[in-house]
């Protein structure tokens, strides 16, 4: 049976989405992004081999924009634990992000729960957002899993 | 469709196993990384004293740079634009220097009105390969050569 445990947090921000951006996808991010990840796909790293692909431009690697989640998300005030870490994430590609594309951000708090394991008691808190570029396309939808333990 | 996937459908079927491929973190790439991400260095990330400040033994790659890694890993075997899901657990702290041993197995295939899908299971570990640092599946759309 799993443990039932207090913890409050700010239920007033469900429904509400947090717009941030414009995130432009700059060649510079690209090119350091991809070497950074050690990622020679002429696809992300030359515009040429992309654009005989069939694509407009360099292409971002698929989880790029998820750098653009910088922090601007509400505090939840979540009255519990005190030791934080990154538990998870998700990165859903919708359409290409190529160099040039100016991106905007619209995220909301999806859900808050707990899971009991062997190193305790552990609230999740999913935050879920949509990235759209200047055509009003969306491009990818991102899902950040962030852990609080006892 | 564009031309840049590696992979066709009909070229996977389920059971298969690709990898373990074997990669590494330097010091200088979370660094560039951090830099473009808003967190410059020194941080948990870059630097060891402030890793140590929190309990690490040592700086560790960024959640959002494993899951960059994972996807590199994919689309070098099924190439760019073939990503259509990437969804992942990190269950450890991932270290520079060390080797990684990322793992693909597909465990799934389906053609249906939207396309060819291949599922996959993701696992990278470290030294110890029954404690991955990070597991998750992948959903992938290949063309088909008909």
């Known amino acids: ?150 | 469709m564009t031309g840049s996937a590696k992979l066709y459908f009909e070229d996977v079927e389920l059971g298969d196993e690709i990898g373990p491929a074997v990669i590494s973190v330097a010091d200088d790439q979370v660094v560039d990384f951090c830099s473009l991400w808003g967190n410059p260095a020194p941080n948990r990330f870059t630097d060891q004293a402030e890793a140590e400040k929190i309990g690490l033994d040592g700086p560790i790659v960024p959640g959002i740079m494993t899951m960059a890694l994972v996807s590199r890993v994919i689309t070098d075997w099924a190439g760019a634009g073939t990503v259509a899901d990437l969804d992942l657990v990190f269950r450890g702290t991932v270290p520079h220097n060390q080797p990684l041993y990322v793992g693909i197995q597909v465990s799934d295939t389906e053609q249906d009105d939207d396309g060819n899908h291949v599922q996959c299971d993701i696992t990278m570990t470290g030294p110890v390969p029954d404690r991955p640092y990070v597991i998750g599946t992948a959903r992938l759309n290949l063309p088909s050569r008909d």
């Open chain 1, 1 to 150: 049976m799993p443990t039932q445990i207090d913890y409050e947090y700010d239920h007033s921000l469900y429904g509400v989405e947090h717009e941030s951006g414009p995130f432009d996808v700059t060649r510079y991010i690209v090119d350091v992004y991809t070497r950074s990840i050690g990622d020679d796909n002429p696809i992300f790293t030359d515009g040429q081999a992309a654009r005989a692909a069939g694509y407009a431009d360099q292409v971002a690697p698929p989880t790029l924009c998820a750098l653009f989640e910088r922090g601007e998300l509400p505090d939840i005030k979540l009255q519990f634990g005190r030791r934080q870490f990154h538990g998870g994430q998700r990165v859903e590609p919708r359409a290409p992000i190529v160099v040039g594309d100016r991106l905007t951000a619209s995220s909301h708090l999806k859900d808050v729960y707990t899971k009991t394991g062997r190193s305790g008691t552990m609230v999740h808190v999913v935050w879920e957002t949509t990235f759209s570029n200047q055509d009003g396309v969306v491009v990818a939808d991102v899902q950040r899993s962030q852990v609080v333990r006892e």
